[in-house]
């Protein structure tokens, strides 16, 4: 996942109101009162769905409320946020109709709520959310995100400082979700049966080794499915036993010099609602903002006093199994592909989690993110772009950058049959997520490494740029003009550091598959020229080496690389 703007570990959005639409019409909050029957009718009715895969439609008893999906629930994975949505913008906006069309699987859903339904004392508030990302045609809506002003001129290096929580440098080991979304992974990796103690701790173990020791990879981290609903009597995130125990997992990988990370979402099982937070006497109940994300989860209100010693008592069994690092996900924005109505200013939960680390007195990793598919060269292209909008933005703040970016699971170390992405991909995936500073989380099977991966992941030529790019992140400065908008052949340069070396990343994506955010589709080799001008970093000679081949020349004034599509050319300069 990306953040736009980091203040602090908090991303800052831009807040635009009233911008999701009934059929074209703005919804504005708070205009209307809706009974709390009708209301409820309608929720009843998502559950039926919900739990009735040949249900098209639903009404209340006394007809006051209808609803309707165009086909059943076998060909609509997005029924709830579809659903959710029409109640939002158009039932507590005041409509008596609604119809939503999704621009995903092809379907229509639609509600109406008859006039018993509104009256002059109801008791729905409707609010503003502050949602700001998509519809669920999955368009961007513009205006949403601040963009990065296009940039060129002198050179401003970019360093990376201390994180809040006191680390020095990314989060580097493994996470399970790679080998989980893999189709049939349990008949084709015989050590993995499934996300469970033993065939996490048969890839983790893994990381123990030497080599990938030298690189600093030392977190395993289990992702979604370690954790049940059933809450503790705090209304605290357990762990389902009949296939973990967790403190049990981190004494084993403490024991070889690992670390325990887990994969958690906003909010709180919704089960929890009548439990009371540890050390207070707050229902969770009455500190909740109901259900509006479609996630498993209840949202928190958080300006109610009660959430965040939630978090606090969450962080504390959490911490006293042994845990250093958590995964929260759905941390908005990052993704396009949706099927859940994700706010765009996620800042509290990632507040509220911070805090809650910091007050626990532990060293635990926070990391953000949101949704990378199991790889396509598109889901690269987008996570590149975001990429390069993050760091444009983090660029225009002109402050040392205190966060490392999460560009998701790195699906580099097996080979295309696996992966999904050639091997020339590989290398340039590599060569981003090191050169962004990135989070090097492997989402592979690490007991099958090929040579290529090991190269990749483990050499001392990556275990250099790691360390270089974790506190010289790369930027975009484009063949020809110097600036920083997408293209497909782009440049991207990471320091001079105080000792005049700097690591170039000369790149051809290849054409736009819809994401890339340069919309060009230029096909085959490429000639890429880039002058030390364009890199803000002309005046003297350069000697230049191809990092993975390890030949050398000295430039005074330009470069060229002839580049496949996907394929890249990663340079060490020294001044
Ligand atoms: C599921 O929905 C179908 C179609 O509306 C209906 O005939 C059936 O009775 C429902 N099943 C249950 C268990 O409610
Ligand atoms: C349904 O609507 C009728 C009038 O249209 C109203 O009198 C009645 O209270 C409504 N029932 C509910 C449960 O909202
Ligand atoms: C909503 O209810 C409040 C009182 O609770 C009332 O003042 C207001 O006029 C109602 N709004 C509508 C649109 O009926
Ligand atoms: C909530 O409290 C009621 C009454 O004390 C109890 O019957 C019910 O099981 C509780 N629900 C949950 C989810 O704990
Ligand atoms: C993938 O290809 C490699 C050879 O490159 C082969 O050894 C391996 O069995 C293949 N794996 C699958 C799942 O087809
Ligand atoms: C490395 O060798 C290739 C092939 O001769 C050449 O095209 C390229 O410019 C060289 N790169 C460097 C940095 O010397």
């Known amino acids: 996942m990306i953040c736009p703007i980091i203040v602090g570990i908090t991303c800052i959005f831009a807040q635009v109101a009233a911008q999701w639409t009934c059929g074209g019409a703005s919804y504005t909050p708070g205009s209307i009162n809706f009974t709390q029957t009708c209301y409820d009718a309608v929720q009843k009715c998502i559950n039926q769905f919900a739990v009735n895969a040949s249900q098209v439609d639903c009404q209340d008893l006394e007809g006051n409320v209808s609803m309707q999906q165009q086909a059943s629930k076998a060909s609509n994975s997005d029924y709830a946020s579809a659903f959710e949505d029409i109640l939002e913008f158009c039932i507590l906006g005041g409509r008596m109709t609604g119809t939503w069309f999704d621009g995903s699987d092809g379907q229509w859903y639609w509600i109406a709520a008859e006039k018993g339904c509104y009256s002059s004392s109801g008791t729905i508030g409707t609010h503003g959310p502050g949602f700001c990302i998509q519809d669920q045609a999955d368009t961007i809506i513009n205006g949403c995100y601040p963009q990065p002003e296009p940039n060129s001129g002198a050179l401003q290096v970019l360093r990376t400082a201390k994180t809040p929580n006191g680390f020095t440098s990314s989060g580097r080991g493994w996470n399970s979700w790679g080998l989980q979304a893999l189709p049939s992974s349990t008949s084709i990796i015989p050590e993995w049966t499934g996300l469970n103690q033993e065939s996490v701790l048969a890839q983790c173990s893994v990381l123990a080794g030497t080599d990938f020791r030298a690189m600093g990879y030392d977190l395993c981290s289990v992702d979604s499915g370690w954790s049940t609903n059933d809450v503790d009597e705090y209304g605290r995130i357990q762990y389902n ?289 880039i002058s030390l001008s364009d890199l803000g970093i002309a005046g003297r000679n350069w000697k230049i080496t191809d990092v993975w081949n390890g030949n050398s020349t000295t430039v005074s004034s330009s470069y060229i690389a002839n580049l496949d599509e996907g394929e890249s050319q990663l340079l060490y300069l020294e001044g």
């Not at 580099?412 to 995936?429: A, F, H, M």
């Open 241 to 529: 036993d009949e296939l973990f125990n967790l403190p049990q997992l981190a004494e084993q990988l403490h024991g070889i010099g690992l670390k325990l990370g887990v994969y958690t979402i906003p909010g709180v099982p919704c089960g929890a609602t009548n439990r009371t937070i540890k050390g207070t006497n707050i229902q969770i109940g009455d500190v909740l903002n109901g259900n509006n994300d479609g996630l498993d989860h209840c949202d928190w209100d958080f300006s109610k006093d009660g959430v965040e010693q939630w978090h606090d008592s969450l962080i504390e069994l959490w911490t006293s199994w042994g845990l250093d690092m958590i995964k929260l996900d759905y941390v908005m924005p990052g993704s396009p592909q949706n099927g859940a109505n994700l706010m765009c200013d996620t800042s509290a939960v990632v507040e509220a989690y911070h805090k809650a680390i910091a007050n626990s007195g532990s060293q635990v990793r926070l990391d953000i993110s949101w949704k990378l598919t199991f790889i396509t060269w598109q889901v690269v292209q987008r996570a590149i772009d975001n990429y390069r909008q993050y760091i444009s933005l983090q660029k225009q703040q002109n402050v040392p950058i205190t966060i490392y970016p999460d560009l998701d699971g790195l699906f580099t170390c097996n080979p295309q049959n696996l992966t999904g992405v050639s091997d020339k991909e590989r290398v340039t995936i590599m060569n981003h997520w090191l050169g962004a500073g990135a989070n090097l989380i492997l989402g592979c099977d690490l007991r099958h490494i090929d040579e290529l991966g090991m190269k990749l992941l483990t050499s001392t030529q990556s275990v250099a740029f790691a360390n270089f790019a974790a506190l010289n992140p790369m930027q975009p400065r484009n063949p020809g003009t110097g600036n920083n908008l997408a293209q497909q052949l782009q440049a991207w340069i990471g320091g001079p550091d105080e000792s005049d070396k700097a690591y170039v990343l000369l790149v051809n994506y290849g054409p736009d598959q819809g994401s890339g955010g340069f919309g060009t589709s230029l096909a085959g080799v490429q000639k890429l020229s």
